[in-house]
């Protein structure tokens, strides 16, 4: 009896611990509409998706990339909201301002009548990626092919992160840098030293996005999502590998614990409810 009673009070103290195991379980998609969706942005304040479209070759400069707008829920879709880019990737929200890393460029946009307003070129640029905003305006763009992280302040950009082997997502948050390059995830510390915190993802790792508690989603293009604890611990969430679904530059509403997950070649966004 004394046996069977403990193994109860086991079962309680773990069953809740059970309940809380974090997953993502789709909850809509789109119809294959996109062009080669490659980053969503979700607007807090607005409760809009802002979708990048790559459209034709992710390095190519040919002018048929742009820019889509949806409502949160996936509906009401503006698919050619802003046209004219090359291979538009990474997008930052500043104020009233859109900016979208565009292969050499930054380009910022009317948040609401999607006419450019702002341009800023990045000298040696081959692959600018993704982009984050600090609470100041600043700007910071990674270059996957040059393995090069810069900072943009009044127009004018500058090297302050180099020698990586293949950055992409960038996030500043909490007053740091975040950023992950090759299958890992680092951040870059006041004094200008990087600090691995996680390791062994998918190589083509993409989006950040903050949970809060210094735990964070991180996407890899191939088809993963992966939940990353503060103290390094990662578990994938999301596994899309074999049916060839990408999950490119992820987004996420914190209020509704919703991930969006573009799908890139599959051309769809796909939402997630994450439940923890």
Known sequence: MIKLISGLILLFLIC??????????????????????????????KKKLYISNIDGAS????????????????????????TGLHAPKGMALYKKTLYVADLDAVVGFNAKSGKEVARF???????????????????????????????????????????????????????Q??????????????????????????????????????????????????YVKSDGTVKELLNTKDLKINSADIGYNARDKVVYVPTFAGNRVVAYKLEE
């Open 177 to 226: 840098l975040y950023f992950v390059d090759a299958g890992a995830f680092f951040s870059q510390n006041p004094d200008g030293t990087i600090t691995e915190i996680a390791k062994g993802m998918e190589r083509s790792t993409d989006g950040i996005e903050p949970l809060g508690n210094n735990n964070f989603l991180i996407s890899s293009w191939i088809g993963a999502v992966y």
């Open 59 to 82: 390095g190519a400069k040919d002018g048929v990339g742009s820019i889509s707008k949806m409502k949160a829920d996936g509906k009401k879709i503006k698919l050619h909201w802003v």
């Open 16 to 45: 809740p611990l059970l309940s809380l195991a974090q997953k993502l379980e789709k909850i809509w998609e789109t119809d294959t509409i996109f062009k080669v969706p490659e980053s969503v942005l979700f607007d807090a304040g």
């Open 121 to 175: 070129a990045v000298a040696g640029a081959k692959f600018l990626n993704d982009l984050t905003a600090d609470p100041d305006g600043n700007l910071y763009v990674s270059d996957s092919e040059t393995g090069l992280i810069h900072k943009i302040t009044d127009g004018k950009a500058v090297v302050i992160i180099e020698k990586r082997t293949r950055p992409n997502g960038v996030l500043w948050y909490q007053g």
